[in-house]
């Protein structure tokens, strides 16, 4: 634009016009400048007029042009506007659309304090702006990306780094989040907002402060920095998504703050009515006429017909007319800022893109005279800027409103947009009589025109403040309202708003869609009832029966006389056959098109959603508050009872809401899975919990519990949980927050105001069961809180009224509190002080859920939150009150405790860490006033923000690892199984605390198999040491090996403890770890640290007992090695002289002579000898002695009954027990009789088989007898006897047992004693070595070289036995290390779960009865097979012996070059330092040494050349002998057997289930109970009825839950309740079945092999259920994998 082209005709030569840039492009008013009193544009700054600072002027202007409206091009120069000005003056205010211009032009712009002292230049014109206001704002906002892709909800909930701390808004970009921040916890300072940096830099610095400068306080801070609330909420608003506007619009209205009912845009210029954002608001309120009858109109605003009063401005007025309304709607006791003014922070701040911005709130009375500003509601609008600017926005208020107020302080005289308004309003007039500009002929003039009145009129006069003004307009306006017959709800000011061309935000495609799909399902409701029937039917009565059902399969109350499981077949049958009866049903025309619905694709399905729960929230209101009126007429008389009944039962199930749909959809898709896989109506539904997945991860809640039915349809929520696994990273980690108090005391209001989420709290329906709901976690805090996704779960009240009739309420609380409290991390417990009793009732649901909690190994943290309490200093008062609580907390423990049967738990703290100075928080009441128009409390808000940062830190702190959403489903899972059950805690089961116990086992075995590999190991080289010992080999100094055992002994405690400290620092470090939910089994730390330190206490026994007697023995071999030594020394003496003495006859003698002479020396020498014997022990007389210590304790009848008989008369025949005396025989028979086998004889035998295996193992060795194998016997026979605790024996079979085993050891120990005497006897050794003496002799007589000779005869007879020794010794752990690195030996459980898995494939009966009826002895044939199968081929175990080959080889080469560089004199020496070399390695035999040392002329290092080569030729000999022998030999000469060390692994503690005879799988040696996996039918184990001697089909997972009972020797043979069958078996852990399928592979294996048990148990066949028939193998394996946790 130049200056050419704004030459106009018609105005002098001394007019000056000042550019301005306009919002519209509407003609601007000619109001007058304040100052100046000419026309300029105003700001609506708070209603004030302001000129705007002027520096460029344009001359010689027509004054017919004055308001032509100026065309520039689009983008570049915004629409300007030139009013004249009659005097070049300052102006010292600056409107709101100077303020917004770019910052190429602000550079030329000046404030209005730096225009003080200059004068406007005339010269130039320049561009007034370069950027759109909206574009230059948002930029400024950080906004102007939102703009564009708008903001969702998701993303305001988010939890970020801004939501947790209390940084103050440092720059502009941060303000309208502090807002969203503040209005989402509906706090009501949201709209206080300033940057902290606009404080800071109009702050003076210390020297300025110093000086005086009255000018400088007189200049008012610069505004340019400050932005108008107003403009941020706008601009909020546009840049939000329609879901987002409506949740801002609900908190505002919520805090009382106006909302816009038409918002601006000055770019695009058509304003937008909102009236969708208004859609969710709903008002409660009491008319004056409903007074009496305290009765109430609850309503959504939009569709209220509601009178409106509009307030607007025209041209310039001094009233603010913002302060004077929210006065006018305050009531005396309560001031409240509903619209925002100057007088508030920023409120001064020119607007920049606001004007236009029409608010709208409601006054709503609360039926009470004195506190009624109004009796009847008033809906009041307040349009921003000047109406000549707005014509549209006026015209619409005009045609919807029942009066206009104008505020003005001059009328023009030709004002034609008062006068030519096509009016269907009344307008009223509001002047200041005081301003300047007042005219009273104008006032008169315009009166006249529009036929006003004085009644019309309102002039503030000197007289009169605005206390007066604001009386009068109450006045005018309750005239108004009773008078006036034009009320409009909002819904139907949208045809206005069409007419006039301003948008409604409803008329989005999406929104259109959304509702129509709505209104087709709920347009067909009449009556609430009949509809949940026809459309809704599969959610009644029958899923109420099917949760009854699925109860009654846990709990079994009504089996009576019946058999359990077959009473549970017929439940199941009854379960499908109500499912049969859902399939039945066509889907309803309601469900097919809420399904397709949901199936819309965006932002369409989340309105359609949205109208759903608004519509039938509207529906369910109506209904609701005509039952209400009903119930209020009936409960007038007492004689209404059945009537009143009727209704309250109408009133619980009047309630309809979306979750209903969702319930539906949820058993549609739950009864579809009863269908084949590939029926297509199954197939067709297969996508429903995909559709679910997504709207929870959009931010809507899921029902988790069904709190009409009060249960969980576990399908359904898991396979919902499922999908959202897939659709996001499946490594993501939730924490949970749960909160748990009564019915109705604000729990849903404290999770929405804290998370800003939308819980439904209204239409008089409180929350039934318990929904949950996913926020985000941003990624800066991602790490604060370790979880990508907070789960939000609220619950239903406890003790509500509608249940409290109930037999059954107590339960159901107790149900609902421990299946939240196990999923939370924490649980925020919302209670009352004031009601002492209901506090108690909760406190005692509360307590009895973390105890739970406890006893399965979860630690939620829980906070108590004390709601209306608001005394600054409640925290100290209530400390007597915190007492009280803890002191009740305790009460509670110890009740529940009892009720548990943990009564070790005697304090809340024992139960959970629990501070009551940490745990507490106090929140003052909701509401600041009196509702309707109260505001939320600020200190509510700001409270509940604290207890919301307390609970991210907390989060934070957990030391527990965060479950991700499968961890998180299955444990909803276990947790709902469990509470199915009576007595929850020994019902619980859960896959993750199975998973948790197993990493342990898992974990732990590894640490303990190192710790036995390593004392193996080291025993190994302590014995290899004690065998050299005295030797040449010997690598001690020491002489007297009493000192040398004692030094190997202590070197041993050290090994040891050395190993227990660090096996005790891996399980400490072990539960440190936050991952792999350690925290779970933390119970367990106490019971694997015992059996790490009873670990340590066997290996030392067995160690010391292995080092006394290696030693003992070692001392018997050093006498007799000295006995031979002597005689070997005289026979190379007597052949030394024969060779003098045949070399002095210097003749030759051939071999035949040379054999005659050393026949008769040796003939000669041996007679001359004297040959002294080995004393045997007497073996059966030190057996006998430590055979009567060990019985010693057992008192003076066991001594008799040893003396009866010999023990060498003992072990000769098979062992059977026989009872003495008649009645022993005749309870001995019954027994047997009562179970179908003989126990005691089972467990002799198992007890002989493994005494007998330590025998043979023993006697393998080829060593001397030694007391300390008698002791291990003995150990070993007790420890089982102690095992077998379903066994019930006497001293007679155990005395009897004992001198069997020990007569039929002594036996063999002294056979093997005889054979090692007859081996070592020095006279025998002699004569072996006869015939290599007799070729020494000739070697040496004729002088041959026998250093090669002498080198292979070194290496044969010394080395290579010592090096087989070797790796016989290290090739055991090698084969128990691989075969530990299958899964299948990892624990006792994996080995079972291999097992059973292994028997189901091979179909064979003979190995299931094997399996059944000899346990033992099966599993050591299975670990054998699977030894032979993993080590089938030679080259399996080749690569372990070849290792340890060259390990030797390497050791013997390195020793032959270590003796070389010695300094060997002779030969004798050199071996000699080879052997002492390879003595910590190698035995090296020392009959062989002796005999390879006589007689020995070799040279050395010829000898050492030959010896070299004959290793070589070892090394290849032993790796071809490897390579041929099988594992059956290899097996054979193993010092560390295999498979026993494997069997003793995966066989743990050997106990087994009392009633079902499966073994126990409990990890580490100590643990304090024992437990299994999977039970059995008990028929399997040989039980059967007396009456019909039929198999028995109970299952003890199943009794153990039921009312049977039991007997047996243990009760004395009285019947005993299952149920109590811990105070018989108390070291037993019987879990009931976490699901019915759970005993398919039994109940399976029973029905395919019924007939062959029964055969071969001599019973009849069981009368098996029909399910049991229906399971297929898949099934039988599926369950196997479930019980064991295998995925």
């Given amino acids: 634009m130049t200056e050419s082209s704004l030459t106009m005709e018609g105005l002098s030569d001394d007019d000056s016009f000042i550019i301005l840039p306009c919002e519209d492009g509407e003609v601007p008013p000619s109001a007058p400048c304040s100052d100046c009193k000419d026309p300029c544009q105003q700001t609506d700054t708070d209603d004030k007029a302001f000129c705007p600072p002027v520096e460029n002027t344009v001359d010689n202007i027509s004054c017919d042009s004055a308001s032509q409206h100026l065309d520039t091009p689009a983008g570049e120069v915004e629409d300007c506007v030139m009013i004249p000005c009659s005097e070049r003056e300052k102006v010292s205010e600056a409107t709101d659309s100077t303020l917004s211009m770019g910052p190429e032009e602000q550079k030329s712009f000046q404030t209005p304090e730096e225009m003080q002292d200059e004068s406007l230049d005339t010269s130039a014109v320049r561009p007034a702006h370069t950027k759109k206001h909206l574009e230059s704002l948002l930029e400024d906002l950080g906004l102007e990306q939102l703009y564009r892709q708008k903001l969702s909800l998701s993303k305001i909930l988010e939890i970020d780094e801004k939501t947790i701390t209390d940084e103050p808004s440092k720059s502009k970009s941060d303000l309208p989040w502090y807002f969203l921040k503040k209005l989402m916890m509906v706090n009501v300072t949201a709209r206080n907002m300033k940057c902290t940096s606009v404080s800071e830099s109009t702050s003076d610095s210390t020297s300025e402060m110093m000086k005086l400068d009255l000018e400088n306080l007189l200049n008012s801070p610069n505004s340019v920095d400050m932005v108008n609330p107003l403009d941020i909420i706008t601009a909020l608003f546009l840049c939000s998504d329609g879901f987002v506007q409506q949740e801002m619009a609900l908190k505002m209205s919520m805090c009382q ?186 006032v008169k003039k315009v009166a006249t025109e529009l036929c006003l009145t004085n009644s019309n009129i309102m002039l503030k006069t000197k007289k009169m403040n605005d206390a007066d003004l604001v009386t009068i307009l109450r006045k005018k306006v309750s005239d108004v309202v009773e008078n006036s017959r034009m009320k409009m709800s909002i819904e139907r000011m949208a045809d206005t708003a069409h007419e006039l061309g301003i948008l409604v935000d409803e008329d989005s495609p999406e929104c259109q869609a959304g509702k ?169 539904l297969q996508h429903l919990p995909k559709l679910c997945a997504e709207l929870l991860l959009d931010g809507f809640p899921l029902e988790l519990v069904d709190g009409d039915a009060s249960n969980i349809p576990l399908r359904w929520v898991s396979d919902v949980l499922s999908q959202l696994n897939d659709m996001v990273d499946p490594k993501r980690k939730i924490r949970v927050v749960t909160v748990l108090g009564v019915q109705s005391t604000g729990k849903s209001t404290l999770l929405n105001t804290m998370f800003g989420v939308q819980f439904a709290v ?382 002095k006859e210097k003749v030759q003698m051939t071999d035949k002579e040379l054999d005659k002479e050393f026949d008769k020396m040796w003939k000669e020498t041996m007679n001359k000898l004297k040959f002294s014997k080995i004393q045997p022990t007497d073996v059966f007389t030190n057996v006998e002695h430590y055979l009567r210590i060990n019985l010693s304790h057992k008192g003076s009848h066991a001594h008799e009954l040893l003396s009866q008989k010999r023990l060498r008369d003992c072990g000769i025949e098979l062992f059977k027990y026989k009872a003495e005396g008649f009645y022993k025989k005749v309870k001995h028979k019954a027994k047997t009789w009562w179970h179908g086998q003989d126990h005691e004889q089972q467990m002799a035998e198992s007890i002989i088989a493994a005494c007998t295996q330590f025998v043979t193992e023993k006697m393998e060795r080829k060593t001397n007898y030694h007391d300390t194998y008698i002791q291990e016997i003995l150990r070993i026979i007790d420890k089982r006897l102690e095992n077998k605790q379903n066994v019930t024996t006497d001293i007679e079979f155990e005395v009897s047992l004992k001198q069997h085993i020990c007569g039929f050891a002594a036996r063999n120990f002294e056979k093997m004693q005889k054979d090692f005497i007859q081996e070592n006897d020095p006279k025998n050794c002699l004569k072996t070595n006869k015939e290599r003496f007799r070729a020494d002799f000739k070697d040496v007589f004729l002088e041959r070289d026998q250093c090669r000779k002498k080198a292979e005869e070194f290496t044969d007879q010394c080395l290579k036995p010592a090096v087989e020794d070797f790796v016989h010794h290290s090739l055991g752990p090698n084969i128990v290390q691989k075969m530990r690195s299958s899964k299948e030996f990892n624990t006792g459980m994996d080995f079972q779960y291999s097992l059973l898995k292994d028997l189901l494939s091979k179909k064979n009966l003979e190995e299931y009865l094997r399996y059944s009826s000899s346990y033992e002895s099966y599993v050591k044939e299975r670990i054998m097979q699977q030894i032979k199968e993993r080590f089938s081929s030679s080259s399996a175990t080749f690569e372990f012996e070849d290792q340890h080959l060259q390990s030797c080889i390497s050791s013997i080469n390195d020793a032959i070059k270590k003796a070389k560089t010695g300094n060997s004199v002779d030969l004798k020496k050199f071996v000699e330092d080879i052997c002492k070399e390879l003595g910590n390695t190698l035995v090296i035999s020392q009959d062989a040494l002796g005999a390879f040392m006589i007689l020995n002329k070799s040279d050395q290092e010829q000898f050492a050349h030959w010896l070299t080569e004959s290793v070589k030729e070892m090394e290849e000999t032993l790796r071809e002998k490897f390579k041929k022998s099988t594992l059956r030999e290899k097996l054979k000469h193993l010092r560390l057997k295999p498979q026993n060390e494997l069997f003793t692994r995966v066989v743990g503690c050997g106990k087994q289930c009392p009633f079902c005879k499966v073994p126990c799988e409990a990890g580490g040696e100590e643990h304090t109970q024992h437990f299994a996996s999977l039970h059995r039918p008990q028929g399997l184990g040989r039980y059967k009825w007396n009456s019909t001697n039929e198999l028995v089909i109970d299952i003890c997972s199943s009794l153990v839950v039921s009312d049977a009972k039991f007997r047996c020797i243990t009760t004395n043979n009285e019947w005993h309740p299952y149920k109590r069958y811990r105070e018989i078996y108390p070291d037993w852990d019987i879990r009931p079945a976490a699901t019915l399928e759970a005993s398919d592979y039994w109940k399976y294996v029973m029905a395919k092999y019924n007939e062959d048990f029964a055969k071969a148990y001599g019973a009849e066949p069981a009368d098996i259920p029909e399910t049991w028939k229906q399971i297929t193998e898949k099934k039988a394996e599926d369950s196997l994998k479930k019980s064991f946790s295998i995925e």
């Avoid at 911005?357 to 009847?376: A, H, M, R």
């Avoid at 600017?389 to 947009?417: G, I, P, R």
């Avoid at 936050?1074 to 779970?1080: A, W």
Wanted: glycine fraction near 4%; aromatic fraction near 8%.
């Fill in 257 to 442: 703050f106006s909302v816009p009912l038409l918002l601006p845009n000055c770019d695009t210029k058509p304003c937008t009515l909102m009236l969708w954002a208004m859609r969710d608001i709903v008002k409660k309120y009491r008319p004056q006429s409903l007074s009496e009858s305290k009765g109430f109109t609850e309503e959504r605003i939009v569709v209220s017909e509601i009178p409106m009063i509009s307030f607007v401005r025209l041209g310039e007025c001094s009233l603010s007319k913002s302060e004077i309304l929210n006065k006018f709607l305050s009531n005396s006791q309560q001031y409240h800022d509903t619209f925002v003014h100057q007088d508030m922070d920023c409120g001064d701040s020119p607007r920049r893109i606001s004007n236009g911005l029409t608010e709208i709130t409601w006054y709503l009375p609360c039926g009470s005279k004195n506190l009624d500003v109004f009796s009847q509601p008033v809906a009041v609008a307040n349009l921003r800027g000047d109406i000549a600017s707005f014509e549209t926005q006026y015209s619409f208020l005009c045609q919807t409103s029942a009066a206009v107020f104008v505020f003005f302080d001059n009328l023009d005289s030709e004002c034609s947009l008062l006068t030519n308004q096509n009016h269907k309003t009344q307008i009223f007039l509001v002047g200041n009589h005081q301003s300047k500009s007042f005219s009273l002929d104008a």
């Fill in 516 to 684: 129509q799909k709505a209104d087709a399902i709920t347009e067909e409701i009449q009556q609430i009832l009949k509809y949940k029937e026809d459309q809704l039917p599969l959610q009644g009565q029958i899923w109420k029966e099917l949760t009854s059902l699925e109860k009654e399969e846990f709990r079994l109350r009504k089996v009576g006389s019946q058999n359990i499981e077959k009473y549970k077949s017929d439940l199941q049958e009854q379960r499908k056959k109500l499912r049969q009866q859902q399939n039945s049903y066509e889907m309803s025309t309601a469900m097919t098109c809420f399904i397709n619905a949901i199936s819309s694709p965006g932002k369409e399905r989340c309105y359609f959603l949205k109208w759903m729960r608004m519509n039938l929230d509207n529906v369910s209101r109506l209904k609701l508050s005509g039952l209400r009126e009903q119930y209020k007429e009936k409960c007038k008389s007492s004689e209404n009872k059945e009537e009143i009944k009727e209704i309250d039962r109408q009133l619980s199930n009047s309630s309809l809401g979306t979750e209903h749909f969702f319930r539906e959809m949820g058993q549609i898709y739950e009864a579809s899975l009863s269908l084949p896989k590939k029926d297509p109506s199954r197939q067709q």
């Fill in 762 to 1143: 209204s239409s008089g329906r409180c929350t039934r069961g318990a929904f949950m709901l996913l926020i985000k976690i941003n990624e800066d805090v991602k790490k604060v809180l370790n979880c990508d996704f907070m789960v939000i779960i609220d619950t239903e009240g406890l003790k509500s009224p509608e249940l409290a009739q109930l037999d059954n309420s107590f339960e159901h609380d107790n149900e609902l509190a421990t299946l939240v409290v196990g999923l939370s991390d924490i649980t925020i417990i919302n209670i009352a002080m004031e009601n002492s009793t209901e506090m108690k009732d909760i406190l005692q649901i509360v307590v009895h859920a973390f105890l739970r909690m406890k006893e399965v190994g979860k630690k939620p943290k829980c906070q108590f939150v004390h709601q209306n309490v608001s005394d600054v200093s409640a925290h100290e008062k209530n400390l007597r009150d915190r007492k009280l609580l803890l002191q009740q907390l305790n009460e509670m423990t110890q009740a529940a405790a009892k009720i548990e049967k943990k009564e070790e738990n005697k304090s809340f703290t024992d139960v959970m860490e629990y501070s009551p100075d940490t745990g507490n928080w106090y929140i003052p009441g909701l509401w600041n006033g009196n509702p309707p128009m109260a505001p939320v409390n600020a200190g509510y808000s700001e409270a509940v923000y604290e207890l919301k940062k307390n609970i991210v830190q907390l989060l934070g702190s957990c030391e527990s690892s965060a479950n991700n959403i499968l961890e998180f489903k299955e444990w909803m899972t276990s947790l709902w199984n469990a509470v199915k059950h009576e007595n929850f805690i020994f019902s619980f089961r859960n896959s993750l605390v199975a998973d948790a116990y197993m990493r342990l086992c898992t974990e732990f075995n590894k640490w303990e198999w190192e710790f036995r590999e390593n004392m193996y190991s080291w025993v190994t080289n302590a014995e290899t040491k004690i065998s050299n010992f005295g030797t040449v080999a010997a690598t001690s100094d020491m002489s007297d090996m009493g000192q040398f055992l004692t030094q190997l002994k202590s070197e041993a405690v050290i090994e040891l403890s050395k190993w227990e400290t660090k096996l005790l620092d891996n399980l400490t470090q072990y539960f440190k770890q936050t991952e792999g939910h350690v925290y779970l089994v933390e119970g367990y730390k106490e019971e694997f640290s015992n059996s790490a330190k009873s670990l340590r206490r066997e290996m030392e026994n067995s160690v010391v007992n292995q080092l006394t007697a290696a030693a003992d023995i070692r001392r018997g071999m050093r006498e007799l090695e000295r006995i031979k030594e002597n005689h070997t020394n005289e026979i190379e003496k007597a052949v030394y002289a024969l060779i003098d003495e045949c070399r």
